[in-house]
């Protein structure tokens, strides 16, 4: 992947670094329990990219990598965050080689919806009754993002 970098991020205490070049392949809310306690939020916002798509700046070297293997699919989550600061940047799957998901929260957007807005809701079946869906979104119950 090659062109300028589209949008960049960083953790909370800025020593994580990153830019991101392309479009995110899927962007989309994770309803699900690992999603809630790894953010300590009621859902996580995550955006899809092929990983060369990814480009670390700064801080690569205090990124701690957490094995997340507490799920029904058999599927490892490695989820990289700041060590310092505790921010997650981004998650790789065993199952999915090559693809990664960065967290939204940590790329420096504004708020309008024409620079991030989710296109799926995901683990539905976990979501938090108080919050409606969102407007514009597809919702599956669990990860079913082809239907
Ligand atoms: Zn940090
Ligand atoms: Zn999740």
Redesign the pocket.
Known sequence: MSGHPTISGS??????RYELTGDPQVKLLCHCDNCRKVTGSSFMANSVYQEDQLRIIS?ED?LKIYKDSNNSSGNVLSRAF?S????PIYITSSLHKGMLTVTSGTMDLGPSKSEWAPQFEVFCKSRREWIPPVEGTTTCNELELSK
């Open positions: 953790c909370l205490c800025q020593q994580v801080g205090i700041c310092n600061c505790s921010s």
